[in-house]
């Protein structure tokens, strides 16, 4: 008997370890290199970089991504191809192909939407030759603000609007080190107990409105659960304006371009094509324009205007205008009533083809000033005769300008006079419009250069009044096209990013990686911001423009400190990137970009009642970003709960036995010492 116990339990005991015994043993060769708790931690949860999915809200509702609830979300994971009837929620591992079909099938399927734990999203430059289009935004991006009727009109052919959607879980996009993190656990799948385990992703993408209940901009904002999107936008005269007389003004022409994208994840907006290359394009016209001779004797002035908040309801163009009305610190040396014309740099990144830079020239309306800007592009078109550049009229039987901060001057004064220059006539040729694979290899620079050298030279045109093409101050005009291709570098890859000579060496930057997104302001908005509150770019194209538009009075320099001058048209310029910054005079400001409808008293902000009168806050969303916690993925292996009670029963079957076999072995021994 004694001996038939014994063997049940050496059995029993076989079969726990042979149970546990293979993890132990894929484990080995790792668990020899872990040397404290923390390496035991990094080993057993790996941590996913990344960009999210975040919850945005305005006064009708919410979009975008969040967890459910207020904890985090573990889901085992799953391929997309290998989905067939769920059971409980999984984590999908969605390729950047398959996005489009598969939000579109969340929204339309809540049977299918209620399995969806979480979306892990693999994506690369890969997938820009096998898609033929993917933008998540809408077919007539922001058509509520359109100054024309038809808002039917399919601008972005590759539109999806899948960003525009509500989504209650989390969605993040793996960078290529998290790409290689979820296939490297996911390869040693194999390799484990394949029955007995699951590899999942942990979410902690938990938001502050979500916690709170506050599901729309006005309650959020009352709870203080969320920020208004908005940022800075940066205006610079050439040369600068003596806002101390306002004898002899002379006519503006206003140079306008974007500085801010959206996607469907918040810090991967690049928006190469759309509108960063606009922005590079006005920034290498400004600094071939800075070495030009004879600026002040030039009869009209040049203005430029670098906008942030257009994603989101023009908030940068429609705040500008707003200011202007109220005359205030933020525009001094502007009025409404100087600007003449304005000329918009838009999408310019993908104008070659065949060899010939082509740029379209949307007009705002027919008029005297419009048909003189146009006359200006053509003659600095022939003045470039030997760059292969053409500027072509848009088709007429458009229904208006494209989408573009125009829209915004138009509604407030439908007699603006103005041209927007795209790379494109009918529809977007951008096939990536506001999406995360809008980045550098979307463009080509030689475009961003010719368009930069259009513009140089027509601004030159409008403002001197001469359309003589040999004239020798024209044909002096020349950009720099090592100075675009370093700005595109800088304003759209990781590497260098924002760490560039060229950006550090007018600002410390927080930030390598540019994010190209909106952001939230914070604090209270200023002409003269805390710093601190004030985006990287937003402060480098400050300095940038500070600089390039500037004169030296008798060509002596001061040395700022604290970041103040003594001369009250003088400015401080790379106070960030040297111990001491210079003093230059310069016409440079900061104007706050956040919603007309929006008002900041004691810390706090709150919407004002709609305006009969401004027609844009009518139809304004009002949008704002929830606030959260530093959000975090990770990936581990986890034990099924069966083995896990199968390995506790198991044990307890052994435990028993145990002591049953310990009972009957004490009670054999007992007798047998009696008979001795």
Known sequence: MAMGLLRLVAIALALVLVSILPLHVSLASEIASIESVPDLQKLMYVAVDGYP????????????????????????????????????????????????????????????????????????????????????????????????????????????????????????????????????ILSKKKMKHGTYTSDVAEFNMVMETTKAGTH?????????????????????????????????????????????????????????????????????????????DGLSNLKKQLVFLVLTGETWGYLGSRRFLHELDLHSDAVAGLS????????????????????????FAHKTRVSSVTNMTLDALKIAQDSLASKNIKILSADTANPGIPPSSLMAFMRKNP????????????????????????????????????????VARTLYILA??????SNSALGSIHVNASFIEELLTCLLACEPGLSCNLVKDYISPTNTCPGNYAGVILG???????LGYVGDVSRFLWNFLADKTSVQKGNTTSVCSKGVCSKT??????????????????????????????????????????????????????????NWDTIRVHVYTVQHAAYDNAVLVAGITVTTLAYIGILAAKSIITKALKQD
């Open 53 to 184: 999915c975040v919850r945005l809200l305005n006064l009708s509702g919410e979009i975008g991504c969040s967890n459910p609830g207020i904890s985090k979300v573990v889901a085992p994971i799953i391929k997309l191809k290998d989905v067939k009837d769920l059971v409980q929620p999984h984590t999908i591992l969605v390729t950047a192909d398959e996005m489009e079909d598969f939000f579109t099938r969340v929204s339309s399927d809540l049977s299918f939407a209620s399995k969806i734990g979480g979306v892990l999203v693999q994506s690369g430059s890969n997938f820009q030759q096998k898609l033929k289009g993917f933008s998540p935004d809408k077919k007539f991006p922001q058509a509520q603000f359109s100054p024309y009727e038809n808002v039917e009109y399919k601008w972005n052919s590759a539109a999806s609007s899948i960003m525009w959607k509500n989504y209650n879980f989390p969605v993040y996009l793996l960078s290529e080190s998290g790409i290689s993190a979820v296939q490297e």
């Open 569 to 626: 048209d003088e400015v401080c310029i790379k106070a960030e990137s040297n111990k001491e910054g210079t003093c230059v005079v310069s016409t440079t400001r900061y104007v706050p970009a956040y919603s007309t409808r929006l008002k900041y008293n004691d810390g706090a902000w709150t919407i004002l009642p709609q305006n009969s009168s401004d027609s844009m806050g009518m139809v304004d969303p009002v949008w704002t970003e929830s």
């Open 415 to 454: 007699q603006t006079s103005a041209v927007v220059l795209e790379d494109f006539d009918t529809k977007f040729v951008n096939k990536f419009y506001h999406s995360h694979l809008d980045d550098l290899s979307n463009i080509n620079s030689s475009s961003v250069v010719a368009a930069a050298s259009v």
């Open 464 to 469: 001197s009044d001469n359309k003589d093409t």
């Open 524 to 530: 209270e908005p200023s002409s003269k911001p805390y």
């Open 216 to 292: 729309n901009s006005e309650a959020c904002l009352q709870e203080g659960t969320c920020l208004p999107l908005g940022g800075y936008s940066v205006w610079s005269s050439l040369p600068p304006i003596s806002v101390s007389s306002s004898n002899n003004r002379k006519p503006v022409v206003l140079t306008v371009a974007s500085m801010d994208s959206a996607s469907f994840f918040r810090d991967k907006s690049f928006g190469a094509d759309s509108p960063i290359s606009g922005l590079v394009a006005l920034l290498g016209a400004v600094d071939a324009l800075s070495r030009v």
């Open 336 to 359: 409404d009533t100087s600007i003449e014309t304005v000329l918009e740099i838009g999408s310019v990144g993908k104008g070659l083809s065949g060899g010939i830079n082509t740029f």
